[in-house]
């Protein structure tokens, strides 16, 4: 058993504090903000994660797991630090290392022991460098260190499986003895370790998200042609995924991504590219396509509707994703700000994220359940795809708008089942633009002077 101090309880440190204290071992988190230190301290979560809360309350209860905002406890006598803070974009882009800046001299300042400093946040090439800099400077004589890059490669919504099923293990670090160290307290996984030097550690974790969005900006591209072209971008994407070269991961076209990595690290890595000297235009166009996902949905419902001023819009989904409750780079708020922009009204659901949104968008309806978010809707766009959204009775849906279109945002839904029940159907890239019920068009109802009339938009 290794005793191990995680400096950051968010996402990232959460997990890896309660994994490890899982797999045997005597965790810390440290965290400066108190009121989350002391629900953690009572087993209650501040994020949704599946699984988190059980493994959290677990390992509290077995006494291998504690919080504290602390730092001189929760380094004494600790064999490696994992550091598990922010890296927030920047003005430019570039990642904001003041967290690892903050977390770095604290540790230097109470670290009363050797110990193995593990960079998890994702960091930008070099960083290890710089922490070893700081340490060197500024711990008291005699505490003797490694700094080792691990960089997470975590999923939102499938953290704690990705975690203790891991694909591969990355380490990086100039001490080969320190990383076999880290090295160690994955062996219970039986994963693959690769073990490099610190920047190329570092380099891994960028360019895999990086790779990541590519595919996805990639087949959204493809979708755009589909729809003008007359071919399923859903068909298209199967046919590309049984090739091994190219496999089918990430070739789902939709909305484009978004949370707490692809778009952080695309940026940040677009920016150390560019202020090194290269010309990262591939980075550049992945950002504008996913920006542009976005936009194509205002550009649907405008074609459709005529105009958004005093439409009504459901949003189906606010989270980024399934199975979090994460609304950082949500396409959801930005195209909720898009409509509002253009002065529509804003109907909303989502089974986890509605109370963090609320602090963003206090002023937009916020519906008991997905039927709720429709009623008297001219359209309603499907954003983040929950499997609550999957099981949806799509005729009380259509009954309870005021115009039966749906924006499939996440090619959830089969168009002519849609258009068989009635809809008014616009998927990503299935075929063409918009599929419309046997009858054609229906009449688009507008209010006036409080009376519902057919008018076309």
């Known amino acids: 058993m290794a005793r191990i101090s995680v400096v950051g309880a968010g996402y990232v440190g959460l997990v890896t504090g309660a994994c490890f204290a899982d797999l045997g071992n005597h965790v810390t988190c ?63 882009g570039e990642a904001d290392m003041r967290q690892v800046q903050a977390a770095a001299h604290s540790i230097a300042e109470h670290l009363a022991t050797s110990a193995i400093i593990v960079n998890k946040s994702t960091m930008p090439i070099g960083t290890g460098d710089w922490v070893t800099g700081i340490l060197e400077k500024r711990l008291p004589p005699g505490v003797q260190f490694a700094v080792v890059s691990n960089p997470e490669f975590l999923r939102e919504g499938a953290a704690v499986s990705d975690f203790l099923n891991p694909d591969r293990v990355v380490l990086g670090a100039s001490d080969r003895a320190a990383a076999e160290r880290v090295a160690a307290l994955y062996a219970p996984l039986k994963c693959p370790i690769m073990i490099t030097d610190i920047r190329t550690a570092e380099m ?33 994407a199967q046919g590309m995924g049984y090739d091994k070269r190219i496999g089918a991961a990430f070739l789902d076209a939709g909305i484009g991504y978004g949370g707490s990595c692809f778009p952080k690290d695309v940026k940040a890595l677009e920016h150390m590219a560019s202020i090194h000297g290269t010309h990262p235009q591939l980075l550049r166009t992945v950002m504008e396509i996913n920006r542009d996902q976005r936009r194509r949905v205002l550009q649907k419902l405008r074609r459709e509707l005529g105009r958004l001023d005093e439409r009504t819009i459901g949003i189906l989904g606010l989270a980024f994703k399934p199975n979090t409750d994460d609304l950082r780079e949500a396409p959801a708020l930005e195209i909720i700000h898009l409509l509002r922009h253009e002065g529509a009204r804003v109907r909303a659901y989502d089974p986890a994220a509605m109370d963090r949104a609320r602090e963003l968008l206090p002023d937009i309806y916020y519906g008991h359940d ?27 849906l259509r009954d309870v708008m005021r115009y039966p279109f749906l924006v499939d945002g996440r090619n959830v839904y089969d168009p002519a089942a849609m258009t068989a029940l009635g809809f008014v159907y616009s998927g990503v890239g299935r075929g063409q633009p918009v599929h419309y019920p046997a009858g054609g068009r229906p009449p688009v109802p507008d209010q006036v002077d409080g009376q519902i009339t057919g008018i076309v938009g």
């Open 370 to 396: 997905a039927y709720d978010a429709a009623t008297g809707c001219h359209a309603v766009v499907l954003v983040t795809e929950w499997n609550e959204f999957k099981q949806l009775d799509l005729a009380r």
């Open 30 to 92: 440290i965290d400066i903000d108190a009121r989350k230190v002391e629900m953690l301290a009572r087993g209650e979560l501040p994020i949704y994660e599946p699984q988190l809360e059980e493994l959290v309350q677990r390992n509290l209860t077995a006494g291998r797991l504690r919080f504290t905002t602390d730092y001189r406890a929760g380094l004494d006598g600790v064999e490696f630090v994992f550091v598990a803070v922010n890296t927030p974009s920047g003005q430019d």
């Open 204 to 236: 891994i974790k960028y360019a895999s998200n990086a790779f990541l969005a590519a595919k996805i900006s990639f087949i959204n591209e493809i979708a755009a042609i589909c729809e003008r072209l007359g071919a399923d971008v859903r068909q298209v």
